[in-house]
């Protein structure tokens, strides 16, 4: 293949992913498999080789992310033969273990964010109070009304929960990490 995708996966998980190489000329077809990078790991048909004729080789890799964010880089197959690049995207915080209790601890008393629909409040419900109108706007802190107002940037007026000290500072960098790793409803 020409890429390889390992989709998402939290930090610190894994996920595999296998393809094979074949021999398909007359003549013997030498292959030296080794990632570009830390997080992609061969298991299975690494390193150099020698395939005959008519032969193939497996090839497992195993996508083990530390950080939260994309990662990406390219397998060296060998000598006159593509890369294969390798693709997944790592996240280290979840919308239901994390952000939603800060949410339920914070907000709630004001506002309706419960657990069968406050991840669409967040991310799909319109508000016209505040330009671009939606609270969350995955990877883009600037233009996510939620983290200006708990983050008293000004931008969207007063801060938030109102009349109240800003959330702990862990609790606002969980909800940064979240939208700037996709704001994903995991």
């Given at each position: 293949p020409d890429s390889l995708d390992f989709g998402v996966v939290a930090a610190?998980?894994?996920?595999m992913r296998s393809f094979q190489v074949f021999s398909v000329g007359t003549a013997p077809l030498a292959v030296d498999i080794v990632p570009?990078?830390?997080?992609?790991?061969?298991?299975?048909?690494?390193?150099?080789?020698?395939?005959?004729?008519?032969?193939?080789?497996?090839?497992?890799?195993?996508?083990t992310p530390t950080t939260g964010r994309?990662?990406?880089c390219s397998l060296a197959i060998g000598p006159g033969i593509g890369?294969?690049?390798?693709?997944?995207?790592?996240?280290?915080?979840?919308?239901?273990?994390?952000?939603?209790?800060?949410?339920?601890?914070?907000?709630?008393?004001?506002?309706l964010f419960d657990d069968a629909d406050g991840y669409d409040i967040l991310t799909k419900e319109r508000i016209f109070s505040y330009a671009p109108g939606v609270r969350v706007i995955p990877f883009d802190l600037s233009n996510s009304v939620?983290?200006?107002?708990?983050?008293?940037?000004?931008?969207?007026?007063?801060?938030?929960?109102?009349?109240?000290?800003?959330?702990?500072?862990a609790d606002r960098d969980l909800i940064r990490d979240w939208i700037l790793e996709g704001a994903r409803d995991n």
């Open positions: 610190g998980q894994s996920a570009a990078c830390d997080e992609f790991e061969v298991l299975t048909g690494g390193g150099p080789a020698t395939l005959a004729p008519g032969t193939s080789i497996t090839v497992t890799i195993r996508f994309s990662h990406g890369e294969v690049a390798l693709a997944g995207f790592a996240t280290t915080v979840s919308f239901t273990n994390d952000v939603q209790p800060i949410l339920a601890n914070y907000c709630t008393g004001c506002h939620l983290y200006g107002k708990i983050t008293n940037s000004g931008q969207y007026g007063q801060s938030m929960p109102q009349g109240s000290p800003l959330i702990p500072q």
